[in-house]
């Protein structure tokens, strides 16, 4: 079945670690896309990323990077520069004949 | 920057009623969307409403969309219990990267059985 995969699922990271989220898909879709989700609230753009090897800054990019070496794969660093970094993390994808996104499951990340 | 914002914020009804929910935002869209998302899961897109378009139907859905007022609404018939969720609007900036979305603030159903 074709979709998006996040993981992990929880991810706990100590003050001053930087932490992986993986996102993979295998929709074949050129658009990949980073959310942050707080509690009660919508969802800001960190990153996104149209093509391989290009990628955008959103709205709240602070202390977050990225990469596209894969169309299948964007993975989200979340730094020691990002200071509030607890927060409900949804990647997503979008091709050029779909509607829509398509959304990953999320990863919920504690800082411990 | 948020570019929707949604009202209610938080919305309850008994099953088969129906759930009115609306979308406001500030810039000239290229289309506007809405999403569901059951509590701590991913979001699902439910429907897409073009600039050029006024109404949309799918199912037991109905979009509206009024770009002179920068608003849109969602319309969801007979409720079931199973609809309770968060609802949210997105929308494509005209001219801007056709498939680059901003959230809105979202509208949390509650269904009671």
């Known amino acids: 079945d074709g979709g998006i995969t996040q993981s992990p699922k929880y991810l706990f990271r100590k003050e001053g670690q930087n932490v992986t989220l993986s996102c993979e898909q295998n929709?074949?879709?050129?658009?990949m896309y980073w959310y942050r989700q707080d509690p009660g609230q919508g969802l800001r753009l960190i990153y996104y990323s149209q093509i391989v090897n290009d990628f955008q800054k959103g709205d709240i990019a602070e202390g977050y990077s990225v990469s596209r070496e894969k169309k299948e794969s964007f993975p989200l660093t979340v730094t020691s520069a990002q200071k509030n970094p607890t927060a409900f993390y949804l990647c997503a994808s979008s091709g050029w004949d779909s509607v829509g996104y398509t959304f990953g499951s999320g990863t919920r990340l504690t800082v411990v | 920057s948020q570019q929707g914002e949604e009202d209610p914020q938080a919305l309850s009804i008994q099953e088969g009623e129906n759930a009115t929910m609306n979308c406001s935002y500030k810039?000239?869209?290229?289309?506007l969307q809405w999403y569901r998302q059951n509590s701590g899961r991913g979001l699902v897109h439910l429907i897409l409403?073009?600039?050029?378009?006024r109404e949309k139907h799918s199912g037991r859905l109905r979009v509206t969309l009024d770009t002179s007022k920068k608003s849109s609404s969602l319309l969801i018939t007979a409720s079931r219990a199973a609809d309770t969720a968060s609802y949210f609007c997105a929308t494509a900036a005209y001219g801007g990267a056709t498939n680059k979305l901003i959230f809105g603030t979202g509208t949390l159903l509650a269904v009671q059985p």
């Open positions: 409403i073009r600039s050029n378009e």
């Open positions: 810039t000239s869209i290229n289309n």
């Open positions: 929709l074949n879709h050129d658009a």
